[in-house]
């Protein structure tokens, strides 16, 4: 399903972490999604700040997630 939605037409927004890409690493699954926006939760994860992450990624959003 990854390739399928990589070739869709549309914004592509991943939400925490990218399907296929490793939070702690930034790497690649062979599939791997490729998100114009990703909007991660509670704090940026490791991985997700690493240049190999960032054709996956695309833009990155914090969600803080704060109690109110």
Not at 9 to 21: E, V
Not at 32 to 43: R, S, Y
Request: aromatic share 6%; hydrophobic share 40%.
């Amino acid at each position: 399903w990854i390739v399928q939605m990589n070739g869709a037409c549309g914004a592509k927004i991943a939400c925490d972490t990218p399907s296929g890409l490793s939070a702690q690493t930034g790497r690649s699954a062979k599939d791997c999604f490729h998100a114009d926006v990703t909007i991660t939760m509670l704090a940026v994860k490791t991985g997700l700040a690493t240049p190999e992450a960032a054709p996956y990624t695309g833009k990155l959003f914090l969600a803080p997630l704060e109690e109110r």
